[in-house]
């Protein structure tokens, strides 16, 4: 890059600078395509390692991916949340509430001389167990619609994330076409405003 600078300075008389220079410090050595320091930022790591079960010492396999600072800061899109955890309460809370009813009613119908206290103790569980399926459902229902949100939005960014480029030297994303210039910290904000996410 610096010898094709030059020659073009020994052409021209002066040296023509870069459409990838970045618009901060006008240097390209440093500049780099975002996803390229993104995806090079993620390092999957594997291994066996001790463990003790008492006085009984084994190995166990271990594996994961690290991720370094400026690489999850330039992440394009945010983790999808689960939403199963959400979907099991349902279902147990349904489950619940369907035995505490059944019970309920044959304790109503069976004891005419049930006192207040007695009937609200009776009741109480099965609306419990209904108030939490409602509950477990509602959030299910949430995050499904959360999740495609962020399904959708995700082309969106792509097309911008793609299109950036980042200087190690100063710290900042840029997109060439315009000289626009965003510092790291607020570069997923911004992105996560294009795709209309809300986490």
């Known amino acids: ?5 030059g020659a073009a300075a020994m052409d021209t008389g002066e040296a023509t600078p870069s459409p990838l220079a970045c ?8 500049v780099q395509h975002v996803p390229a320091v993104h ?15 008492g006085d009984t010492g084994y190995a166990t396999p271990y594996h994961g ?24 309460l349902g279902i147990l809370s349904t489950i619940f ?11 109503t119908l069976t004891d005419a001389n049930i006192s207040l206290i007695g009937l609200f103790w009776t009741w109480i569980w099965p609306a419990l ?17 959360a999740n495609a ?32 210039v965003i510092p790291l910290p607020a570069f997923r904000a911004h992105l996560w405003q294009i795709g209309d996410y809300r986490t």
Not at 23 to 30: G, K, S, Y
């Open 23 to 30: 618009p901060q410090c006008r240097e390209v050595d440093q």
């Open 129 to 145: 167990g209904i108030g939490m399926a409602v509950l477990g459902f509602l959030q299910y229902s949430h995050r499904g619609r």
């Open 65 to 88: 991916v690290a991720t370094s600072a400026v690489s999850a800061a330039l992440n394009p899109n945010p983790p999808l949340r689960s939403t199963s955890g959400h979907l099991v």
């Open 149 to 180: 949100e962020m399904r959708q939005g995700s082309q969106r960014v792509l097309d911008v994330w793609s299109r950036a480029w980042f200087c190690h030297r100063c710290g900042v994303v840029f997109f060439p076409e315009n000289a626009q």
């Open 97 to 107: 509430s369907g035995f505490a009813l059944i019970i309920a009613l044959s304790l």
């Open 1 to 5: 890059m610096i010898a094709s600078r």
């Open 39 to 53: 995806h090079g930022g993620r390092l999957s790591y594997r291994g066996v390692g001790p463990a003790m079960t």
